[in-house]
């Protein structure tokens, strides 16, 4: 399976590195990486790494200005794309086509072509404006994940949080962690 995963600017870069970790643990999965330049930043911020420790992760990376690599073509064929997280900058752009740089191309391209696209959109509290977006994309073939924390898992740490989100996405992508922990009749089970 190919998957592209973008990193954008917003709060919550550890989404993105968690699941380029579980993905790189996979044999059948091979990943490309688009890290925003806010997204360099924001990573740096929470996290303390380096945008070279973040490309070690994935097979591929690609410059955020390079819109005419083969990320921006429906003639290269991926599985899915997943933006985590995904700003609402980011979410607008894709929703509107306005393919200013890789990743809004790349997300465009993925919708064109029928591609299931997975936006982990990160913001709070949303106006209408955020709302009408996110049906826009709804509309056009967009899974809109935010990530949610489920407390039915008794999660004990933020890294619990960030999983469970993450094994959601993995679960839409069609690779579900064998980890994950799942609601059973009766609470949860490891």
Not at 94 to 117: C, F, P, Q, W
Not at 179 to 188: E, H, I, Q, T, V
Request: charged share 25%; hydrophobic share 45%.
């Amino acid at each position: 399976m190919i998957i592209i995963v973008g990193i954008s600017g917003a709060s919550g870069a550890i989404y993105g590195i968690r699941l380029l970790e579980k993905l790189r643990a996979r044999r059948d999965v091979e990943t490309h990486l688009i890290l925003t330049r806010s997204a360099e930043r924001t990573v740096w911020l929470e996290t303390g790494m380096k945008p070279a420790e973040i490309k070690k992760l994935a097979d591929f990376h690609y410059p955020i200005e390079d819109i005419g690599c083969r990320l921006a073509s429906g003639s290269f064929l991926t599985d899915a794309m997943v933006i985590a997280p995904c700003s609402i900058h980011s979410m607008s752009s894709i929703a509107y086509g306005i393919s200013s740089n890789l990743l809004i191309r790349a997300a465009d391209v993925t919708l064109k072509e029928k591609r299931r696209l997975i936006l982990m959109v990160r913001e709070t509290p949303l106006h209408a404006g955020h709302l009408r977006t996110m049906t826009i994309l709804a509309r056009i073939g967009a899974i809109i994940a935010p990530p949610m924390p489920a407390f039915y898992t008794k999660p004990q740490t933020v890294m619990d949080f960030v999983d469970a989100s993450v094994d959601r996405v993995l679960d839409l992508l069609g690779l579900p962690a064998s980890d994950a922990k799942r609601w059973l009749p009766g609470g949860s089970k490891e």
